[in-house]
């Protein structure tokens, strides 16, 4: 079992990225790391996915897990699926109604269209050396403006504000340990179920972005890999993470 309530914390004042730092501290051990946690106060360079960048404002949560993998590797696509659904738990918790709060397939976590949390996921599998590292963003205190969509944090939505950031920090904890450890092939469906329980747009018309084209499609469903499943011209058609990009 792995024991990510109580892993060690590596606190920085400052850093270029928390997943930077946790790739360091795989390398300086060989592939040999116990669960550990990195978090950072501000982050000069924060990544987001394909490359987009995370903005790092103080008083919000930069934080990043590096695990050993103890699930099969022939499920590594639904990682981001259970990452996803324990951060939409995790907020949830805080709220008076969570009905607005959505998965924004693969992983980014909205309230009413406004972005309020992102994933970063790199995973490193060498031989029999497999981890993943587990980058999460949460708008806290402040949501950055002046970008190409919406923001929110959620100290404006939840009723009780006092010491939130250490709060959520906790309950989010609590919620990775629970689902990393009840991540294996026979819990996919619970996990899967709940993504698509709580898909942003499901059933609605999406723009994707595909090789630098923007497309159109409804989106319709999740695969059994977490692919999302799209209706384009009366035909499915399933894309990974890496293959496309939800604009709106």
């Known amino acids: 079992m792995l024991d990510i309530k109580n892993a060690q ?13 946790a790739l360091n501290l795989l390398k300086s051990k060989n592939g040999n790391c116990e669960p550990t946690w990195f978090r950072a106060n501000i982050q000069t360079h924060g990544r987001g996915r394909n490359k987009s960048t995370w903005i790092s404002e103080k008083g919000n949560l930069f934080i990043t897990l590096l695990t050993p993998m103890i699930w099969p590797v022939n499920i590594i696509p639904m990682l ?3 990452v996803a659904v324990t951060i939409h738990e995790s907020i949830k918790s ?4 969570g009905d607005l709060l959505k998965i924004k397939w693969p992983n980014d976590i909205l309230y009413k269209n406004s972005k309020i949390s992102g994933i970063l996921i790199e995973n490193q599998i060498n031989g029999d050396s ?3 590292i587990i980058g999460i963003g949460v708008n806290i205190f402040s949501s950055p403006s002046n970008l190409e969509y919406s923001t929110i944090c959620l100290g404006n939505l ?4 006092k010491e939130l950031l250490e709060q959520f920090f906790i309950k989010l904890k609590e919620r990775l340990h629970k689902n990393l ?3 294996n092939e026979n819990s996919v469906s ?18 994707f972005n595909n090789s630098g084209s923007i497309h159109k499609g409804k989106l319709i469903g999740l695969s059994n890999n977490y692919e999302i499943i799209l209706d384009i011209d009366r035909k499915n058609r399933t894309f990974n993470s890496g293959e496309i990009s939800i604009r709106k």
């Open 94 to 97: 805080f709220l008076p109604d």
């Open 130 to 132: 497999k981890y993943s």
């Open 9 to 21: 914390l590596k606190l920085f004042n400052e850093t270029d990225s928390t997943n930077a730092q």
């Open 158 to 161: 939840a009723p009780n504000s």
């Open 80 to 82: 981001s699926c259970v």
């Open 181 to 183: 450890n009840l991540f």
């Open 190 to 207: 619970y996990f899967l179920e709940y993504a698509l329980s709580n898909l942003w747009n499901l059933n609605k018309d999406v723009e």
